[in-house]
């Protein structure tokens, strides 16, 4: 680190250099840099006979919707509006009928989701029981195999062991 120089007012601040309002320069702030970036780029884009006939085709085809839109609107103002209003008010029904048929789906899934969960549930007791069952069934086997073996006292004497 250099110790502060006396007249060093970077020292006090220092992003001082970044700072626009002490600066003798132009003051460009952020939305200014991107339109004068935008247009430049424009104009860049523009060298291109291509982009050029594109562009022009694409302003008068705009011209003439425009064009025709202001037309029918100079006809029949109240008609257009009303006509505007009622495609609204269609979209509108349309969109309540579609939000009512997803609450209809969800409520249905949602219900189909509670019955399967009950049904997974009985399952896995179902599962558990018969597990039991044949722990009991394989119990029962193995004495009769001791019993007809002639094995009874030793399979006696290891039950009561466990």
Request: no cysteine; glycine share 8%; hydrophobic share 35%.
């Amino acid at each position: 680190m250099q110790p502060p120089l006396q007249n060093d007012t970077q020292a006090n601040n220092p992003n001082r250099q970044f700072d626009q309002h002490e600066s003798g320069g132009p003051k460009i702030n952020v939305v200014t840099g991107m339109l004068l970036g935008a247009l430049v780029g424009g104009l860049i884009a523009m060298l291109s006979s291509s982009n050029r006939e594109n562009t022009k085709q694409s302003l008068t085809n705009a011209k003439a919707s425009v064009g025709g839109l202001v037309d029918t609107v100079k006809e029949d103002p109240a008609g257009k509006a009303s006509q505007v209003i009622d495609q609204v008010k269609s979209a509108s029904g349309i969109i309540q009928e579609v939000a009512t048929d997803v609450q209809n789906v969800y409520e249905k899934v949602a219900g189909e989701a509670d019955t399967v969960k009950q049904d997974v549930n009985k399952v896995v007791e179902t599962a558990q029981e018969a597990k039991a069952d044949l722990q009991e069934i394989g119990e029962k086997v193995v004495e009769a195999k001791d019993t007809a073996l002639g094995q009874e006292d030793t399979s006696t004497d290891q039950k009561s062991q466990t």
